[in-house]
């Protein structure tokens, strides 16, 4: 796969995944908000992945980067969705 | 950064055939400013729970499809953007600065559907005053507008830089660079969407 096909393919998966979520934040009942935070928060994080790897060319980068950059991914998911999970009121 | 930069260089023993986009100062910039932000987004799911009947009260006010349509622009600028990176680093640049052009078109709406959007919640008597919830959205999405007109500043200087008759790598790093700078701008407004537009 050509370097173009592959971003603009990225690109087209990009904008799926912001009407999937965007449907998700319609949709969310009250008694599966914190489910439908994580899905949403999830396909976020999702989103800036393919960001960092495809457009700022993360996956071709140093390992040190890369796991840079996929650690804070990782960590940004896991402690949003564990203060919407664990903090009340 | 020692450790990026002792593996960062093309070709060393500890990572061959890979190199860091773009400058390596670029992101200590960038990756400082992705954290700052988590900090930000942090600090707004806490606030979020604790508050949550107001949270979810006031995000009723903003409209999910103008924070959609900005979510597709930045996206598609982003995407022109690196169109035209990889002209540029495959030696094409002719053709490179029209689809900058483009992602400044992108960004500019962006900045226009953003104005259009406060000026509405300006007239329904919203402003940074106006609880919490609207405390972090105008502080939030204000700082991040800093960055997309920082942003249209680097793109504008990159047409100049590209449309020059002389072009050197140095030039194409400096592009690369400004992608880079940008395609943040575009990530980090992934996450405000989520969080200010969709998360109830």
């Not at chain 1, 457009?55 to 896991?78: I, Q, W």
């Not at chain 2, 009947?53 to 979510?71: I, P, Q, Y």
């Not at chain 2, 035209?84 to 029209?98: D, E, M, N, P, T």
């Not at chain 2, 050197?168 to 405000?192: N, P």
């Amino acid at each position: 796969m050509t370097a173009t096909r592959r971003v603009t393919l990225v690109w087209v998966l990009l904008l799926a995944l912001t009407f999937g979520s965007f449907l998700v934040g319609v949709e969310q009942g009250a008694g599966f908000a914190s489910v439908g935070a994580a899905i949403i928060v999830g396909i976020a994080m999702l989103k800036v992945r393919l960001i960092g790897l495809h457009f700022m060319d993360v996956r071709a980068a140093p390992r040190a980067l890369r796991a840079l950059f996929e650690g804070y991914v990782l960590v940004v998911f896991v402690v949003l969705v564990a203060l919407d999970i664990f903090v009340k009121p | 950064m020692t450790l990026l930069r002792r593996s960062g260089a093309p070709g060393t023993s500890a990572d061959p055939g890979r190199k860091v986009p773009g400058e390596e100062g670029i992101w200590v910039f960038v990756l400082g400013d992705m954290t700052v932000f988590a900090l930000f987004f942090a600090t707004f799911m806490y606030s979020r729970g604790k508050n949550h009947a107001v949270f979810a009260r006031d995000h009723a006010e903003l409209h999910v499809s103008l924070g959609t349509v900005n979510t597709v622009l930045l996206l598609s600028s982003s995407l022109l953007v690196v169109l035209a990176v990889q002209r540029v680093l495959g030696g094409r640049h002719a053709g490179a600065w029209q689809l900058i052009a483009g992602a400044l078109c992108c960004g500019a709406g962006f900045v226009v559907v953003k104005a259009v959007e406060w000026t509405q919640l300006f007239a329904a008597r919203k402003g940074v005053g106006s609880g919490e919830f609207f405390s972090y959205y105008f502080m939030f999405t204000g700082i991040h507008l800093m960055h997309v007109l920082i942003g249209l500043a680097v793109l504008s200087r990159l047409i100049v830089v590209i449309r020059r008759a002389e072009f050197t790598d140095k030039q194409a790093r400096l592009c690369e660079t400004g992608g880079i700078f940008w395609h943040m701008v575009d990530l980090l407004w992934v996450v405000l969407f989520a969080l200010f537009y969709l998360v109830r």
